[in-house]
């Protein structure tokens, strides 16, 4: 018997399963999916493997090597999921084993350690060190704590005449947790005879025998039982010895906990609009017909109610159901609203879990003990069977799309499995990405609209103040008189407040005043972002950081000074201004700590402060009914990211965010400050007018032909030599033109808006094409082409519909 092996080793010459003999002895045990050990190039280097297939011949001429172990007995992917991974690496260009890697959790990615191996035993005779190390070992692990440095010379040279070797071994990671449980063996008359004989003063072991008369004959966890019963373990240890109990270690999971119990919740009455919502979906998820609805909804118009009875529905159909929210603050409200309806039902995947968590997560899913999955991106490869339904919320959110290999967008991922199990997929929105709305319009997608808030409030008013002027009249440039006064009038009236500051491409560098000098990143060529709380700047790209200067570089000068503001900096000159205001920050810094967020947003929630502060990350799903007033101090820094993107971005981020606001009875009000006040994307937004926003932008991607008029391909070149990144792009560009079609567009090679980041020179090509199968199937062949390039050293990346323009 053969198997077919994916290895992990992400090149690209073992971008295809290699063949490898199974011996005898796994033969009955070995199922496609299973994670195996196997012996791996010329060295016989043990690497994990994923094996895809079994077959009882092979036309492989060569001696094969054998399977050197099993990893675990179970497969860890099913068939569905050994299709997509395939269909995932050759969509977006990425190698099958870091699409494995991505659908598992994190402990099931090998961990190789180095070990010695004594092969001549009777050669060391003459060196008592090495024999000690050994002791009657054959194999010890090589590192610091075993291993006393100093004789490693010696250890080279033994290696050299072969009397012993370095090797590596495969760790396995993926650790069940397993907790003490006992269970009664005896009959209920045992027991109270014993109890009866007991001396009184045997007092812990009267009240075993009372527990024991009445317990479950089942094993309950030691410690539970230790608790209310006020016992303790040598009593327990006795009574196994006396043979009244058995004892064995139990697994358990480790279940992720919200900082407050769930309520419990009920299905709400649908209005008109959300129940002709519902239906539609409803009775497609019957029918079991494939079809993708765009749920686009104002915001607070109850789009989550609709997806909790569209769960509630796919699970009485008798099939699962995953649900997709974006990796920010917002999982964990979520993540509450959906327990609250299913309880344990729910599995819960996102990167604020340990490993441990998301181990045993995944494996309640695997073993089909919950129905309903709730996650980040990632989740989307969660191994559900059945699945009836695929919710996307915030289905616009540029963190659907990972930005690192493989570059999968989880709603390509989505609607693959929903047609893999006739399932029906919503995407919703309040401000749904271009893409998805011009699908709806071709009737692709099945467009679904509410335009009402449930609670039947009214959309908050906005007013946008113009930055320019509040600076003329001698205010600042971070809260104009207007913002200061409406939040002094909420205060007032005990209702609470949302400030948001858009970091997202804003300048938080410093700046020489005498002549413009910026400390920038060694490795990236990027201005070092100021992180106040640790006292450093900091690279945003590769890490690097160094102390905050008192002084010039360049010319010496002490006037260096931040250039814009952070929420640190924001939330002084509020308690400046403002300080009877109580407020919670929110950011990167304050979320940091596990749980951390569910706590902050909790206290909010129970009014323990009045203002929330934060970036983006507070822009959405938010739903507290008291807040009437959301601020938005800098409403066009988006506008400046160097991205075709930005004005959708800046659209969609301001809408999110003024749809906090009056989400209760009380009305809502917004405030704007720009420099750009008559921006269309600024304007728009100001209505909540996506649909106008949507005609508007649409016409300007068709003028400059960009998606969803084109799709886009971005292909980066990366070396440690300028030079030689360019030659290959150039050398690739050259290439292309021969082969794409005539309509197709390429832009480039040129050099990336940040040329170098992590100390590689990147060259970039973009390619905009309506439809070009040629074009697709020579970068299909670039990842094989690229061996020669790789060889000397050049990274290259493709990027199918890019997020990030670097
Ligand atoms: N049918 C209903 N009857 C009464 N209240 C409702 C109903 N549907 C939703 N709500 C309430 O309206 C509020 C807004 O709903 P929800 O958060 O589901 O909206 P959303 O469309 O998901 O909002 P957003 O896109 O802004 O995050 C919530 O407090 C919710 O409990
Ligand atoms: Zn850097
Ligand atoms: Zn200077």
């Known amino acids: 018997m053969y198997a077919q092996v994916i290895v992990d080793v992400p090149t690209m010459q073992t971008n295809q399963p290699y063949t490898y003999h199974i011996p005898s002895l796994f033969s009955e045990a070995l199922i496609r999916g299973m994670r195996v050990v196997v012996p791996f190039g010329k060295g016989n280097r043990l690497v994990q493997g994923f094996v895809t297939d079994i077959s009882d011949t092979t036309d492989q001429p060569d001696k094969l090597k054998d399977i050197s172990q099993i990893v675990e007995l179970e497969p860890v992917l099913n068939d569905e999921l050994l299709q997509l991974a395939t269909w995932v690496a050759d969509y977006n260009f990425a190698f099958r084993i870091s699409v494995f890697q991505t659908m598992l959790p994190n402990v099931m990615r090998a961990r190789y350690s180095k070990v010695l191996r004594l092969i001549e035993p009777n050669e060391l005779n003459h060196l008592p060190q090495i024999q000690a190390l050994f002791a009657d070992r054959d194999e010890v692990p090589f590192d610091v704590d075993n291993v006393d440095m100093t004789l490693v010379p010696t250890l ?293 609209t509410l335009e009402h808030r449930a609670t039947n409030g009214m959309l908050p ?28 009038n909420r205060l007032t009236k005990q209702e609470q407040i949302v400030l948001m500051l858009n970091r997202r491409g804003y300048a938080n560098f410093l700046v020489c005043r005498e002549c413009g000098f910026t400390p920038r990143c060694i490795n990236c060529d990027v201005a070092l972002t100021v992180h106040k709380d640790i006292s450093r700047l900091v ?14 570089k360049n010319c010496g000068s002490t006037r260096i000074r931040q250039f814009g503001s ?13 300080p009877q205001a109580r407020v919670i920050r929110m950011d990167v810094d304050t979320t940091r700590r596990k749980g951390s967020t569910d706590q902050l947003l909790t206290a909010f929630g129970n009014h323990e402060a009045d203002i929330l502060l934060g970036t983006q990350m507070i822009a959405k799903g938010l739903d507290f009914a008291n807040v009437t007033l959301v601020g938005v101090l800098n409403a066009d820094t988006t506008l400046s990211l160097p991205d075709f993107r930005a004005s959708e971005r800046t659209f969609q981020l301001l809408t999110q965010v003024s749809g906090r606001a009056g989400r209760g009875d009380k009305p809502g009000k917004v405030i704007m400050q720009t420099f750009n006040p008559d921006h269309y994307a600024i304007q728009l937004a100001r209505q909540q007018d996506y649909e106008a926003f949507y005609h508007q932008e649409m016409a300007l991607r068709h003028a400059w032909k960009y998606t969803p008029y084109y799709f886009t391909i971005q292909i980066k070149f990366a070396h440690e030599k300028i030079d030689e990144s360019a030659k290959a792009a150039y050398e690739i560009a050259n290439w292309l033109k021969n082969i794409i079609d005539n309509e197709t567009i390429m832009l480039g090679p040129a050099t990336g808006t940040i040329p170098r980041i992590k100390n590689k020179y990147y060259y970039r090509l973009v390619i905009k094409y309506r439809h070009d199968e040629k074009l697709i199937q020579a970068l299909g062949s670039l990842i094989k082409k690229g061996q020669q390039l790789q060889k000397q050293g050049i990274t290259i990346i493709i990027d199918r519909e890019p997020i990030n323009f670097m």
């Open 156 to 448: 080279l040279k033994l290696q050299k005449k072969r009397i012993i070797e370095i090797g590596y071994v495969v760790n396995n990671r993926a650790k069940v947790k397993k907790i003490n449980a006992f269970k009664p063996i005896k009959s209920v008359d045992f027991y109270q005879e014993q109890r009866q004989q007991l001396r009184p003063s045997a007092v812990k072991q009267a009240r075993l025998l009372s527990y024991l008369m009445q317990s479950p004959q089942t094993f309950v966890p030691v410690k539970e039982v230790i608790k209310s019963y006020q016992l303790d373990y040598a009593v327990l240890k006795q009574a196994e010895g006396k043979g009244w109990i058995v004892q064995k270690p139990l697994e358990s999971y480790r279940i992720p906990k919200l900082s407050t119990p769930v309520k419990n919740s009920q299905p709400l009455t649908l209005n008109a609009e959300q129940q002709e919502a519902y239906i539609a979906i409803a009775n497609n998820i019957s029918e079991n017909d494939t079809k993708t609805f765009l749920l686009e909804g104002v915001t607070g118009s109850g789009k989550t109610e609709i997806y909790l009875q569209a769960i509630a529905k796919a699970l009485s159909e008798g099939q699962t159901a995953l649900m997709l929210v974006p990796e920010i603050t917002l999982t964990p409200q979520m993540v509450r609203r959906v327990k609250s309806r299913f309880g344990d039902d729910v599995a819960v995947m996102h990167s604020g879990l340990s490993d441990g968590e998301r181990y045993d997560e995944w494996r309640r899913i695997q073993r089909s003990e919950v129905h309903v999955v709730v996650g980040a991106r990632s989740a989307v490869f969660a191994p559900l069977k059945n699945i009836g339904l695929i919710i996307i919320d915030e289905e616009h959110e540029s963190s659907y799309k990972q930005d690192e290999n493989p570059r999968y967008h989880a709603r390509d991922v989505a609607q693959w499995r929903a047609n893999f199990h006739h399932a029906t997929l919503v995407l919703g929105s309040a401000t749904p990405s271009l893409e998805s709305r011009a699908r709806a319009q071709k009737n692709v997608y099945h467009l679904l």
């Open 461 to 488: 008013e906005t007013q946008v103040v113009d930055m320019r002027e509040a600076i003329k009249h001698g205010g600042d440039d971070i809260f104009s008189p207007q913002l200061i006064e409406a939040i002094q």
């Open 539 to 552: 690279c945003h790209y590769c890490g690097y950081s160094e102390t905050i200067p008192t002084k010039c």
């Open 566 to 578: 952070g929420t640190q900096k924001v939330a002084e000159q509020l308690s400046e201004q403002i």
